[in-house]
């Protein structure tokens, strides 16, 4: 059995933009995250919180980690999130990180997205 575990619509506030007025105020960021155990966490048979990822801490440890940072990229951002949660759950877990900014200030232009991927 694999498995796969999906947090979706992390909402948080930074400063994203490379235009002068997407820097003047932290904006809302979507972020969803996905995992994936090639034969599954262990939690599926111990029911405990240990054997798996507690994305509470998890996010927690990504909210301090972003604390006072400005990115100008999308790409930049997605990549900085990815390392912070690579780096905490191991090696054996496979991690993928979209993130989506809204409404961007480009015409016509709903929202942006970049994922960066184990797979």
């Known amino acids: 059995m694999k498995g796969e ?13 490379n235009a002068m007025c997407e820097q003047e105020e932290p904006r809302e ?6 995992f994936r155990w090639s034969s599954g966490p262990y939690a599926c048979q111990s029911d405990d919180l240990k054997d798996t990822i ?3 801490s998890l996010l927690k440890t990504v909210k301090n980690a972003l604390d006072g940072h400005i990115f100008h990229l999308v790409e930049r951002f997605a990549q900085y999130v990815y390392d912070i949660i ?3 759950v191991g090696k054996d877990v496979a991690v993928r990180v979209e993130v989506v900014k809204p409404h961007p200030p480009i015409e016509g232009v709903q929202e942006v997205s970049f ?4 797979w």
């Open 5 to 17: 575990l999906y947090i979706r619509g992390y909402k948080t506030r930074i400063i994203l933009g």
């Open 29 to 34: 960021i979507i972020m969803n995250i996905s």
């Open 54 to 56: 507690c994305y509470d």
């Open 86 to 88: 690579h780096a905490s």
């Open 115 to 118: 994922v960066c991927s184990d």
